[in-house]
DNA sequence: CCTCATATACTTTTT
DNA sequence: GTATATGAGG
């Protein structure tokens, strides 16, 4: 069986074949020649929608039931645990229950772990590192910031996070930065990335960035190490590699070169994820990475119909230095894609919702397609909000992906905390984060006494504090109070080595005797209880695994959450979240200049920014199987103010000839064209009207029409970076969104004095004030 | 040390 | 408009 693949099989052969191995069943001629190049590089280019879980899922199986590997000896990395669950979850279904075991399929990140814990002496870690996420990882760099005695306000932690990221995505230890680096961060960055790496070593932590930049490096200066995984792993498999960052396309080069079977799956035309450290030139660049490769495009879509496709290929067409594919389609040709812009975002969203009712309802000829068959899919998560509003008060069921997860929520990192102290104590983010949660009496003054005299005995925070109470240094209130929580921590922590108590009993011990659930009980405010009840969700979790060091791990690295509690319910959600779904209808509203493609994406990244905001509406369009529309508002309430927009200029690049365009309700005769689509219900009536209207309304002059209708030159409100206004003179009227209309009185700076007309006279900074537009400019 | 008011920022977010 | 960070005053 295992010269099977190499061997050009008879069409008899080849049935006989597909009865013995059901995962070959089915596939098109390129998905089949993806599964059976066994030898050397290979790149997929799978389009959106073409299969490409199925031919790499269908490899695998293949690999291992031709005898080419064994479980052990396939590394088979994705970016999420989701597809990582689901590959695994396809494979055994794939081969019945022979699988055991792919011990190494999983996430980079995971993967990297594993492979971290086995050498962390290598990178000046323990075996037991910890996992810091991004929130710890601020605040440490705020600690190593302030250290340094540079002032936080002026060059915050988040700046300096986004630049370490940035080298730690494109594998930059300290001692290797290029010169060109080196005036980051008012020159202080690559002193301060040393500092805080050095933090990490001594917390024994490892940030998400690390567990890459380590395993990268500990392969670069140890050979031995890196000849011993390269012989393990006989095949490599990657998915979405479009998404890869430097640091993962070293990792992955490196491993390489040992099997040379490398397969990386991925859509160039699908990289979304640039401003994470994504580089589109990985995949890009393939074929010289990787020479000899073999590279095959998977074409064919399953997912959408012909209009669909050709709208979403036009668009996609304005990109430069794509590898190019040519998706078609066998299903039948559909609907257009419908474009239709409204007045401003909230009736856009009440048109979306009754459109939405409409196909649940089943219109126009068209099958019902259920509610979660629906998405709403929106460039920026500020968005969502006119939605819900509208959802809610329709009464549509509606569910949203995305927004904090449950393990970045406030109470559920507080409580992780907890655990986190009581498993390791001489983590100190922790015992900073809950020494005074709920309040304890200790303030930043004795957390102070007690970081100095933890530095001057060389202990940990827990040691520090230890001393500080016997010593009787902090006073107090506060001083009895830490030693009864010193004391309790002791009893958790002797709890969780004995392993004698449960580790679910000992969590709700932990949670109740520090008085955090207490905290909660007595909080008032309206969202407390969700808060209980996500803490109870959090121990509930907590009973499917061996002990609280395994939670721990699992949590660090795994934070997804999707609870599926059964009823239909109309998806929303972010376009990047959306990647890798499919709706049968999609609704992609706020194609705005400036929104999408997003103006600060424009700003900070060029025309590479907005070719991946060309990408992004490419990923939404395609995300529809049967029905995609299009929308956009002339006005829309930003940050409480009231701004206006040209169309989106993705919305020039559609192919007209796969676009309807709808008329939108308020124009030719008020707004009971979508209300009175619903309410017929008769297939066609009150669409063939509209087609007509659409006719007019889709003559060359339609955009300047609609965007003389629909942009009454509102004040440009541009807050904040380089918005900043120019400065006012005495008597100028002026706007403040919170005290309303005024006249400046005097002026020193920045700092203006305004007499406003409701609040009376005010010392303000200019940055709160727009120029007040004189009685003709008032729009409306 | 805590609380309230005022100031400010704010795309996207796989791990 | 909301969520969070800071500073004054209690």
Known sequence: ??????????????????????????????????????????????????????????????????????????????????????????????????????PWLGTFHSICVKILRRHAELAGLKPSFTILDTDDQIRLMKQVISAAGIDEKRWPARGLAQIIDGWKNRALAPDRLP????????????????????????????????LLLHVVTIFQRHEDVLADYRRRFRHILVDEYQDTNIAQYLWLRLLAQGSRTICCVGDDDQSIYGWRGAEV????????????????RLEQNYRSTPHILAAASGLIAANAGRLGKTLWTELEEGEKVRLIGHWDGEEEARWIGEEIEALARGTRGLDPVPLDGIAV???????????????????????????????????????MAYLRLAVSPEDDLAFERVVNLPRRGIGEKALQTIRTLARERGTGLVGGARHAVTARLIGGRGGQALGQFLQALGRWHADVLEGRTGHVALAETILDESGYTAMWQQDRTPEAPGRLENLKELVKALESFENLQGFLEHVALIMDNDSDDGGARVTLMTLHAAK???????????????????????????LRGLEEERRLAYVGITRAERLCTISFAGNRRVYGQWQSALPSRFIDELPAAHVEVLT?????????????????????????????????????????????????AAVPARRGGDGRQPGFAIDDRVFHSKFGYGTVIASEGDRLDVDFDKAGAKKVLASFLTAAPGPDDIPF
Do not use: C
């Open 377 to 415: 899919l929106v460039r920026a998560g500020h968005q969502m909000r006119a939605f819900e509003d509208r959802f809610l008060t329709i009464g549509l069921n509606y569910r949203v992906i995305g927004g904090p997860r449950f393990y970045e929520r406030q109470e559920i990192r507080d409580a």
């Open 179 to 210: 010169a060109a680096e080196t005036g980051a961060f008012d020159g202080q960055g690559p002193a301060l990335y040393a500092a805080y790496q050095a933090r990490l070593l001594a917390l024994n932590a490892a940030d998400f960035g690390d």
């Open 580 to 606: 890798g779904l499919e709706f049968p209808a999609v609704f992609l509203p706020g194609w705005e200049d400036g929104l999408f493609p997003s103006q600060r994406s424009m700003d900070e990244s060029g």
């Open 281 to 296: 030139g990985n995949i890009l660049r393939f074929e010289q990475d990787f020479p000899g490769a073999t590279v095959i």
């Open 1 to 102: 069986m295992s010269d099977a693949a190499q061997i050009p099989l008879s069409a008899r052969a080849a049935a006989v074949a597909a009865r013995a191995a059901p995962w070959l069943e089915g596939l098109n001629p390129a998905q089949r020649a993806a599964v059976e190049a066994l030898d050397g590089p290979v790149l997929v280019l799978a389009g959106a929608g073409t299969g490409k879980t199925r031919a790499l899922t269908a490899r695998i199986a293949h690999i291992l039931a031709s005898g080419h590997a064994r479980p052990h000896e396939i590394l088979a990395v994705t970016f999420t645990n989701k597809a990582a669950r689901e590959m695994r979850e396809r494979i055994a279904r794939n081969l019945g229950e022979v699988v055991e075991g792919m």
């Open 664 to 712: 939108p309700p308020g124009l030719y005769g008020g707004g009971a064209g979508a209300a009175g689509m619903g309410a017929t219900g008769a297939p066609g009536s009150a669409f063939e009207d509209r087609v007509a209207r659409a006719d007019v309304y889709n003559s060359p002059g339609w955009r300047r029409l609609q965007t003389r209708a629909a942009a009454p």
